[in-house]
């Protein structure tokens, strides 16, 4: 499952997050000052930002020039004698705070993608700073009242779709925000921000302050049997970097999983990656996060019930396209029951293995993966490491990723060296549309290291809006092992479906044709935001493509036939497995955020098993993907209550996976349909509306358990 880190809304930021909706532009209030970036718009192309002059110390500074510029328009707006209009509130309220959201959207990316101590300082700063800012505008009384009385005669106004979209927008997140509670509810509610803000920036520091301490020190090179030459020279290299020269380091990576469990043939060792992994932020020490988990889902709570909510899980989906929490429980209920037992199908063929060969011991965790392969080698003659010499990045990412956008989309892609970078390895890239025509600008930040958050995600630096006349500046980031020195980088597949998936968020923001910033690219609700992300990745495993990038990386030569039926034969295996780690980690998060304040156990432990127990998913060969500590979207990354998203995207994908295999598959006229009906409106239209326009009917779950083999 792949990470979204991105900001969503036009200059409202959620409650959750540090800064407002990434977007760029200009307003007479903003004096340039040439000693920082921040404080003009970049001159290169798009705006793209000028990492090059960019310094630590610019940000606090523009933070504060770009809070108190944008207090001064807010106020400017609110205090406006004229009568209310639709251009002197809303569209004004969407000019404002040009330099907040530039220095937001910078820092808000880097900080996940290349962070530091003094980046991580300025967080633990900033975030209650802008909690109280975003608070200031979204309780401010007088501006409310602009707003509630366009919306009440609205339908008097004359507004287009997407201006009258606008404005119902902005009516709803100020209610939501509080706007209707008494001063001193707000008050409480400003307090309980701004403890929020805090706790949600320590909470997603530990985690990666954890996973960059959490890693295991092999001594003997004879305990790393299974593993490859060439992947023991990196963890030679990892160890050796990390002052341990002649050791072999084992780095932990974010998911509970961790890669080489499937290729290692020492048990013990094993046992202690996947025990060192299920322990992080858990174990005592200076990132031990249950505590902070607790608050914050106390606080959650609290704040849930102060504005008129049976639960924070109540409030957060209201405002998607799920609506209930019923609706979520609703399909958790038919997925979970399925997802067990296919589970326990799949760990009884590999009981049976361990048995024939006289183990003498029970599956655990940390034997799945390694048994894993060995049944999918027994039932399909087929071993996932004989696909890795065919999936060289470049390859992949020229020949599979960008063939098939341009087999959709007849988008074009020039790399280009001359716009500065962050980190020497990222790349970037320069969309050209069908015409020919100048569309994004495409960054792209494939390998792990310290100072990066794990996961995979996409965010925009620019964010497209024709009223401000901007395109979209759009980043991929992957978190790939770094190969040791001279050696390709060679993919797993479920690395290259996280390729394919991550671009399809990328598509999402390149493609985005709204006027106004709050709708841009990928600002729609975050169960859909993952639907063009998760059908991008069927374009993965589509025979022409892969038949078109699956390329020996020393010979050139095209993957095997036979072993290019198998590797599809295989697309089902393991659904069980894939499914139930995803739901357990789904069901944590549902958990925590169900209750009310006076329910929040402060035992977390305890509170896990018990979540596993009720709902029958309590099977301990297959772990959550995260757990509660290091659960980054739950507690730090904006998808509280929302993680649920993965699965309900699915359902809508699986329908449209059928629709697009229905009409030619890898086609311009099919490409261009979903590029107009869903990926150019944004949040411009209601979301379920776009599904139907595209697919011309109503979801179906179905076709996700016949995909998954749920059925079987």
């Given at each position: ?567 599809l034969s295989t697309q089902k295996f393991g659904k069980g497995f894939a499914t139930l780690e995803y739901l357990k980690a789904t ?126």
């Open positions: 499952m792949h990470n979204l880190s991105r900001l969503t809304g036009g200059f409202v930021a959620s409650l959750l997050l540090i800064a407002a909706h990434p977007v760029s532009g200009e307003t007479p209030t903003e004096k340039p000052m040439p000693e920082n970036p921040f404080f003009t718009q970049s001159p290169l192309p798009f705006h793209y930002p000028r990492f090059d002059l960019i310094k630590d110390s610019d940000y606090t500074p523009a933070f504060e020039r770009g809070m108190a510029d944008q207090l001064r328009e807010v106020a400017a707006i609110a205090s406006n004698p004229e009568a209310p209009t639709f251009d002197n509130t809303i569209v004004a309220m969407e000019l404002s705070g040009r330099l907040l959201a530039r220095v937001s959207s910078v820092f808000n990316n880097l900080k996940d993608a290349n962070t530091n101590e003094v980046l991580q300082t300025i967080e633990t700063a900033m975030a209650p700073r802008i909690s109280a800012h975003n608070d200031s505008i979204t309780l401010n009384s007088a501006l409310f009242g602009r707003i509630e009385s366009l919306y009440d005669r609205r339908e008097a106004l004359g507004l287009d779709r997407e201006s009258l979209r606008l404005l119902e927008r902005y009516h709803r997140d100020f209610v939501r925000a509080g706007a209707r509670l008494s001063d001193a509810d707000k008050s409480r509610l400003k307090a309980m921000n701004s403890e929020l803000a805090s706790l949600l920036a320590a909470c997603g520091q530990n985690v990666l302050k954890e996973k960059n301490a959490s890693s295991v020190v092999v001594h003997d090179r004879s305990e790393l049997a299974g593993l490859t030459p060439e992947e023991i020279a990196s963890l030679a290299d990892t160890a050796a970097a990390d002052g341990k020269p002649g050791e072999f380091e084992i780095r932990i990576m974010n998911t509970t999983g961790q890669p080489l469990l499937s290729a290692l043939e020492n048990r013990a060792l094993r046992e202690r990656i996947m025990k060192v992994s299920l322990a992080r932020g858990s174990h005592g020490g200076p990132y031990d996060n249950r505590t902070l988990i607790v608050r914050i889902a106390r606080l959650r709570a609290e704040q849930a019930a102060l504005l008129g909510y049976e639960s924070h899980a109540a409030y957060r989906v209201e405002d998607q396209t799920a609506r209930t929490v019923a609706a979520v429980d609703g399909i958790l209920a038919k997925l979970v029951p399925a997802a067990v037992a296919k589970s326990r199908r799949e760990a009884g063929d590999m009981q049976a293995l361990i048995d024939q060969g006289k183990g003498g011991f029970t599956l655990a965790s940390w034997d799945w993966d390694f048994y894993s392969e060995k049944v999918r080698k027994a039932q399909y003659a087929f071993d996932e490491s004989q696909l890795k010499p065919y999936f060289e990045l470049n390859h992949v990412l020229l020949d599979g990723l960008f063939f098939a956008a341009h087999g959709l989309y007849g988008i074009t892609f020039r790399e280009r060296h001359d716009l500065p970078v962050y980190q020497p390895d990222v790349r970037v890239f320069d969309v050209n549309d069908a015409d020919g025509k100048p569309l994004a600008i495409l960054i792209m930040d494939f390998y792990a290291r310290p100072a990066k958050l794990g996961g995979a995600w996409m965010n925009e630096y620019v964010s497209q809006s024709s009223l401000l006349g901007e395109n979209p500046v759009v980043a991929n980031h992957l978190n790939i092992p770094r190969p040791a020195a001279g050696e390709p980088t060679l993919l797993t597949f479920d690395e290259v479906v996280t390729l394919f998936h991550e671009f399809g968020h990328g598509l999402h923001g390149i493609f985005s044709h709204v006027k106004y910033p709050t709708f841009s690219g990928t600002s729609v609700p975050r169960d859909f935001v993952e639907y063009p992300s998760q059908i991008n990745e069927m374009w993965a495993a589509f025979p022409d493509v892969v038949k078109n990038y699956a390329r020996h990386y020393k010979t050139g030569e095209a993957m095997p036939q036979a072993l290019l039926d198998k590797m069901l944590l998060d549902q958990g925590w955020h169900t209750l009310k304040a006076d329910q929040v156990p402060s035992d977390v432990d305890a509170f896990e098993a018990s979540v596993f127990r009720k709902y029958g998913a309590d099977f301990d060969p297959v772990p959550p993907r995260y757990r509660s500590p290091y659960f980054q979207h739950a507690f730090a990354g904006g998808y509280s209550a929302g993680y649920y998203s993965y699965i309900w995207a699915d359902v809508l994908v699986a329908d449209s996976v059928e629709w697009f295999k229905a009409h030619g598959g890898l086609s311009r006229a099919s490409g261009d349909r979903f590029r107009s009906t869903v990926l150019s409106k944004g949040g411009s239209v209601e979301a379920m509306t776009l599904f139907r326009e595209f697919t011309g009917g109503e979801p179906d779950i179905a076709p996700l358990i016949r995909l998954r083999g749920l059925d079987e």
